[in-house]
């Protein structure tokens, strides 16, 4: 089965609150792992990304968190808009040469 | 502008009847990668390239193949497509493995 996964298959989010989508992977040897968001009808596009040397990461209102004690991956999107809402995926390479998707999580905004 | 362009974008064909899709990125990246995407399995890869002539099985290999003979180009070819093979297929290259990916708009295959 997948490694990487999410706790939550749908997030509903109050416009203008803060949205976190979590991702528990369980290879320890992972050493790297990016967000992704999935609009309807497009492909998956870059969010943000961490390796495994670091704790958190800033991005444009993005935060990553990597927690490698109990392998948890994080995505904090503070001030949610409308445009947010997609279907975002964790990913993780396992310092081979694949890259693992989660399952993904559906952000739904509600106005 | 940078882009990863897949042809075609919907393709419905038959059982048993070879078909090539086509993916081609303009940013002189050395990973590449096809993905199929299925309702509720997220995204598996099927095969990667890490640089010319070199190419690997991902997760879900069984009934394709692939090819890297030019940097720019990786083609995913269904030497004879089966129903189970009905998903949406992404393709994507990064600079290397731990660089951000970009995909193509995917392309939808049904196969009856």
């Known amino acids: 089965g997948e490694s990487v996964g999410l706790h939550l298959p749908t997030l509903s989010v109050q416009e203008g609150d803060n949205s976190i989508i979590n991702c528990a992977y369980s290879?320890?040897?992972?050493?790297?792992f990016i967000w992704y968001k999935q609009e309807s009808g497009k492909g998956p596009q870059f969010i943000i990304d961490i390796r495994s040397n670091m704790d958190k990461r800033q991005g444009q209102r993005v935060t990553v968190l990597l927690n490698k004690t109990v392998k948890h991956l994080s995505l904090q999107i503070a001030a949610t808009q409308p445009g947010d809402s997609a279907v975002y995926f964790c990913a993780e390479n396992r310092g081979e040469d694949k890259i693992i998707f989660g399952k993904g999580t559906r952000l739904h905004i509600l106005p | 502008e940078a882009q990863v362009t897949q042809n075609p974008r919907y393709l419905i064909t038959v059982t048993g009847k070879k078909l090539t899709v086509t993916c081609s990125q303009n940013m002189n990246h050395e990973y590449m990668s096809w993905y199929r995407q299925d309702p509720g399995l997220g995204l598996r890869q099927i095969y990667y390239s890490m640089n010319v002539e070199v190419t690997d099985k991902g997760d879900v290999p069984e009934g394709y193949k692939v090819s890297r003979k030019e940097k720019r180009n990786f083609p995913l070819i269904l030497e004879s497509p089966s129903p189970n093979q009905t998903s949406l297929y992404f393709c994507?290259?990064?600079?290397?493995?731990?660089?951000?990916?970009?995909f193509g708009q995917g392309t939808r295959l049904t196969v009856v």
């Open positions: 994507a290259s990064s600079l290397n493995r731990v660089s951000e990916a970009f």
């Open positions: 290879n320890s040897a992972s050493d790297y």
